[in-house]
């Protein structure tokens, strides 16, 4: 079946630098959700992404959908300890359906 | 508080023993999804509900597992003849038919021992 793929893993940044964490399919992806999970806590929304080649940006936070449609990023600027916690891209099938969700990128901000 | 509400928050039961999940979505959200996580992992996809009507279960899913949702309003998942594999957070999620953003729930913890 279609697996979503995300790189790294793991990220440990000094506070001040930037993250990027990349979201990768083989298959063509329908819409792109990103979500932020705080550790202890439940994933919570960011942002969705349905255009090829669409960037959006929430305060330090720019998303980006691919032109293929293959993949995607989050970049984060200047990370703040409020950063941390896993970031999962998720793939919605057809709008409003099931999202399938990537393994997630856990960020940790050393200060 | 008009989040999505799931009850209990943690559970620990004896393998063979059955448990069940109750989630509240938030007023008026129409779909309602069950998803399962383990440390480390991204939430895995369950089931899913329009209204009363289960749309998709997912292939992964044994028969020990079963979700309803009687009147299109509360969801409950029970897991019958629990396993020590089925340790996991069970997350609920709701949204309305016409929005992008998935509201979860805090998670329903189970350990099984």
């Known amino acids: 079946g279609q697996q979503v793929m995300q790189i790294p893993q793991y990220q440990h940044v000094q506070e001040g630098e930037d993250f990027t964490t990349y979201c990768n399919s083989s298959?063509?992806?329908?819409?792109i959700q990103w979500y932020k999970q705080r550790p202890g806590g439940h994933p919570v929304f960011l942002i969705q992404?349905?255009?090829?080649?669409e960037v959006k940006k929430q305060k330090r936070l720019t998303f980006q959908f691919g032109e293929a449609k293959k993949n995607s990023s989050l970049h984060i600027t200047a990370t703040q300890t409020t950063d941390v916690g896993t970031y999962f891209c998720?793939?919605?099938?057809?709008?409003?359906?099931?999202?399938?969700f990537g393994p997630g990128t856990s960020l940790s901000v050393i200060p | 508080d008009t989040g999505v509400s799931q009850d209990p928050r943690h559970k620990i039961t004896k393998r063979g023993q059955n448990v069940t999940f109750r989630c509240d979505p938030i007023?008026?959200?129409?779909?309602l999804y069950w998803y399962r996580q383990t440390l480390g992992q991204g939430p895995e996809f369950l089931t899913y509900?329009?209204?009363?009507?289960?749309?998709?279960k997912s292939r992964l899913l044994s028969d020990r597992f079963s979700a309803e949702r009687p009147k299109g309003s509360f969801s409950t998942l029970e897991i019958q003849r629990t396993e020590q594999g089925d340790s996991a957070m069970y997350l609920c999620?709701?949204?309305?038919?016409?929005?992008?953003?998935?509201?979860f729930g805090e998670g329903s913890w189970l350990t099984v021992v």
């Open positions: 509900f329009q209204n009363e009507a289960q749309l998709e």
């Open positions: 298959t063509t992806l329908s819409n």
């Open positions: 999620a709701s949204r309305t038919g016409s929005g992008n953003t998935i509201y």
């Open positions: 992404l349905v255009k090829s080649g």
């Open positions: 007023s008026e959200h129409n779909r």
């Open positions: 998720a793939d919605e099938k057809t709008s409003y359906d099931k999202v399938i």
